[in-house]
């Protein structure tokens, strides 16, 4: 991970069901035969890192009067966008079209009148990731110089390359806060907590999205960008017996 400046909290859940030898629900309690006296809880861990990593959505779009000349124009605006984007550091293995589409363009058909085909729109969509978010800035600035007034820059996120280790701590976290929880109703209800029966897990943590700042302009040389801090948040419902 290129950063590891971490903060770091965790967080507790408030669904608690408790039963020993009960089954809660229906708003009353009744005697249950089935499976030994437990108490299940649900724990959370949540772990904040920074981001390593940019991913984007840059495009070109170019209209002309024929099919031809629109796709030719695309064509070459997306191969400028492409090499001043590997000029910038980004590896060829990193830069991968993502959309190409043409579509026709229409006028008239106003009040009833015959709508007639003007032109055609073409464009041609890549997907970048930049490992080296102490380049990302210069990427997009370069990439849209490059295009020109044709370029389209949309889908800006942040994501950390290898989140193994705050899953880790996310996870180790969670299931201490379960285990709390469930050890203070052992208690509460004078038994002692026994092995583990159940462990069911969930972890969330998805791309930081990035605002393209608004007033910037097509041709400037770099594009200001922040990326802030991702959370990884693991929740797991433990099921302990109740000696």
Not at 79 to 108: C, F, H, L, M, W
Not at 119 to 127: C, K, M, P, V, W
């Amino acid at each position: 991970m290129t950063r590891k400046r971490w903060v770091q909290k965790a967080m507790g859940s408030a669904a608690l069901l408790v039963a020993f030898g009960l089954t809660a629900g229906c708003g009353n309690n009744t005697a249950s035969a089935d499976g030994p006296p437990g108490v299940s809880v649900n724990g959370v861990g949540e772990v904040q890192g920074t981001p390593d990593t940019l991913t984007a959505q840059i495009g070109v779009e170019t209209t002309a009067g024929d099919v031809t000349t629109a796709i030719d124009q695309a064509n070459a605006a997306v191969g400028k966008v492409t090499d001043a984007i590997s000029d910038a550091g980004v590896d060829r293995e990193d830069i991968q079209t993502q959309q190409v589409s043409i579509n026709p363009q229409y006028s008239g058909g106003m009040l009833g009148g015959t709508s007639e085909i003007s032109g055609y729109q073409a464009t041609n969509t890549l997907r970048i990731t930049v490992r080296d978010l102490s380049r990302a800035s210069t990427v997009l600035g370069d990439a849209t110089s490059a295009g020109g007034n044709a370029t389209r820059i949309s889908g800006v996120s942040f994501r950390i390359d290898d989140d193994s280790e705050l899953i880790s701590d996310a996870r180790a976290r969670a299931f201490a806060d379960a285990r709390d929880r469930a050890e203070q109703y052992a208690t509460l209800s004078g038994s002692d907590l026994g092995q583990v029966l159940s462990i069911t897990e969930n972890i969330t943590g998805q791309d930081q999205p990035s605002r393209f700042p608004e007033g910037a302009s097509m041709a400037d040389s770099s594009v200001p960008i922040e990326p802030g801090q991702q959370t990884v948040s693991v929740s797991v419902a433990v099921k302990w017996a109740l000696d």
